[in-house]
Structures are given as C-alpha cells and as structure tokens.
C-alpha cells in the first residue's frame, strides 16, 4: 500500500506548529525571567549600569591622553577626579538646604493642612452666611439640627487624624531617606572604583575579545564597529550632560535673580529631572510652584519661579537639544513614557534617571550596526513616517 503524502503534510505541519508554539512560550518565559532578574538584582545592576555610562564619557579622553604617552592610570584616576570634584563642591553646597528642607517636610505638611482647612472654614462661612440672608435672621429648624449635629465633633476628630498622618508620613519620608543615604553612599563608592577599572583594564579585555575567540569572524569590521559605537555613544552622554547642566546652571541663576531662596538648590535639582523628558520637566515645575508658594504665600507672585523655569524649559527643548543633537534623540514620546514605566517598576528612581540614556544608547547599537532595522523605526516613529 501507498502512503499518502498528505498525512505526511499535516503531520509535519503539527510538529512545526508545536515547535513554533514552544519557541514562543519559552520567548515568553526567557523575557519574564529577565525582567524579574533585572528587578531583584538593581543594588547591583544601576551602579553598573551607571558606571558603563561615565566610562563611555571618559574613554575616549584617556584614548587620546594615551597617545601622547601619558599612562592609563594616571589620566583615567585625573579625569574621575575632575569629575567628581564640581559634584563633591556642589553636594557640599547643597547639604545645608537640604537638611533645612527635610526639617521642614512636616511643618509644611501641616500648614498645608492648616490652608486647606481654612479655606473650607471660609467656604462654610459663606454657606452659613447665605442661609442667613434668605432667612433674613431667623434661625430655622434646619439651622438648629446643623449646630446641633454630633457628626461636627467627628468632623473635628477626622481633621486631626489626617494633621497626624500628613505630619507622621512627612517624617517618614525623611526617615526613608536617611536610612537610604549609608546604601547609596556604598553603591556610589562601588560605582567609582568600577569606573577605573572600566577605563584602564576594558580595553585589553575587549582586544582579547577581538582577536582571540572564534566567535568574531570579521575583526577588523568589529572593532571599526566598536569605535563607531563608543564614539557615539560618549558624544551623547557628553552632550546631553552639558545641555541639562546648563540648563541647571541658567535656571539657578535666574531664580537668584529674582529672590527665590535656594536656587543653587533647585537649579541642581532641575538639571538632574532635565534626564527625564517630560515626565522630570512636570515635576521640575511642580516643586517650583510649591517653591513659590512656601516663599512668597499663596499670591499671583508665587508662580514666578514655575514661569521662569517654563520658559527656560521650552528654549531648551524646542531650540537647543534638537538643534546639537539632532537625529541622535529622534524617538517617538509614546515608547519614552512606555520605557520610563518599566525601568521606573524595575529600578525605581534611579532607573527613571537613566531610563532615557540606556534608551537611546540602544538605539545608537542598533543603528551602528545596522540590525533590527523595523525595531529601530518603531523607536523613531513619527507622524511624518
């Protein structure tokens, strides 16, 4: 008897079926697995992660500082130095405000609470007020069961619950961040000392790389390949470095300008929110407004920081950045809220601060090497596309 080729068909199309399933499943899983394994090892992947990125700016200096005969380790520990002494001075600056301020997290949770009860004060003053008048001063029944009404003691018991939790969740806020402080001091020092080693001893590692294991078949492309990328990738991390720092700089000076107390304080805080789009811009203009409302009450005037920074914040986005960066941040607002998302559930803030770089890092590997072509186009998708 003949076989029929037709069972043989439909059977190899259920056993490529069921391959094609268990590679998704198993995609699937791979991806869940990584996600989880970035979540749970952040105390050691944000240092790293951060450590690549300033070793990536300071390689390409050491590089040159090479080839005028000056040795790895010295220009790489001169350029670290050179760089953490401006952030050294300015957290030096910056430690009185900011004591001051975490002292005064619970006083103002309270006058907050203090205003708003006021104004309902003044809101049921005019409701009572009202009433009055249509009755022209005759106290009604209505009015008698209002004063009388044992739901006022509640009401008076239920305002101070929420003083006592806004003031008991103001001094836990500071106490998070104290116990927070010995961890992140640690992971910062970690980071410091993996950035020297990055510098001095990641070159050899990657010409061993390079030259020695089979894996790599063209290595003259790869390595053009690799110096394309780290000049990339150090040109953006300078540049958008310089931009947020400036705007930092340009914001602090026009608050002191204008009288805002703190402003080295909020200039600092501007810059490093300035690494988040959009989302650090809204916030930035959040703690200006409640700034200014501290300092000058609640007046038209207490806007004033906010509109500085808003304007400051508007000629650097829509006129500086796209005119020194160009392309390099081409990417489509929708997968930015979308990555800042998931690095915010992932590695918290500090994700949140370097999600943008590690992002468009990504896409300058991608287009170097010109792979995942339709990945890269979803990441710069437009209107105009």
């Not at 510098?199 to 294991?213: A, R, S, T």
């Not at 020194?324 to 929708?334: A, D, F, H, W």
Request: proline share 5%; hydrophobic share 55%.
């Amino acid at each position: 008897m003949k076989e029929n080729p037709l069972l043989h068909r439909r059977d190899d199309f259920k056993v490529k079926t069921r391959d094609i399933r268990a590679v998704r499943l198993l995609s699937v899983l791979v991806g869940l697995a990584t996600l989880y394994t970035f979540y749970y090892a952040q105390t050691l992947l944000v240092p790293a992660v951060f450590s690549v990125l300033v070793a990536l700016l300071l390689s390409p200096l050491v590089s040159r500082l090479e080839t005028v005969h000056v040795p790895r380790t010295i220009s790489s520990i001169v350029l670290l130095m050179l760089l953490v002494m401006p952030f050294s001075f300015l957290g030096a600056e910056l430690s009185e405000p900011i004591q001051r301020w975490m002292k005064l997290i619970p006083q103002l949770s309270l006058q907050v609470t203090e205003h708003i009860n006021e104004i309902s004060d003044v809101f049921e003053e005019v409701e009572h007020k009202s009433l009055e008048d249509a009755d022209k001063g005759s106290k009604t029944a209505l009015e008698t069961l209002i004063e009388n009404d044992p739901r006022d003691q509640s009401n008076l018991t239920q305002q101070s619950a929420v003083e006592q939790k806004l003031k008991q969740s103001g001094v836990e806020v500071v106490a998070s961040l104290l116990t927070g402080a010995p961890i992140f001091l640690a992971q910062l020092l970690g980071s410091f000392i993996l950035i020297l080693f990055l510098i001095i001893f990641g070159p050899p590692l990657f010409k061993v790389f390079i030259n020695d294991f089979p894996i790599v078949k063209n290595k003259h492309r790869a390595k053009l390949l690799i110096k394309s990328i780290q000049h990339a990738l150090s040109k953006y991390i300078a540049t958008i470095s310089l931009i947020n720092s400036g705007l930092g700089i340009v914001t602090a000076m026009a608050l002191a300008a204008f009288g805002v107390r703190d402003a080295l304080l909020w200039g600092a805080l501007v810059g490093l929110l300035n690494f988040v789009p959009y989302v650090g811009s809204v916030t930035s203009l959040a703690i200006l407004c409640f700034v200014g409302f501290v300092q000058f009450g609640i007046t038209a005037i207490a806007f004033l920081p906010s509109c500085i920074f808003l304007l400051l914040n508007i000629i650097e986005s829509q006129i500086v950045t796209p005119a020194v960066l160009g392309n390099t941040m081409r990417v489509n607002p929708l997968i930015i809220i979308v990555w800042l998302l998931l690095s915010g559930w992932i590695w918290g803030v500090l994700g949140v601060l370097l999600a943008v770089p590690i992002l468009v890092c990504i896409k300058l590997v991608i287009e170097q090497m010109e792979v995942f072509p339709h990945w890269l186009k979803l990441i710069e998708a437009k209107d105009d596309d």
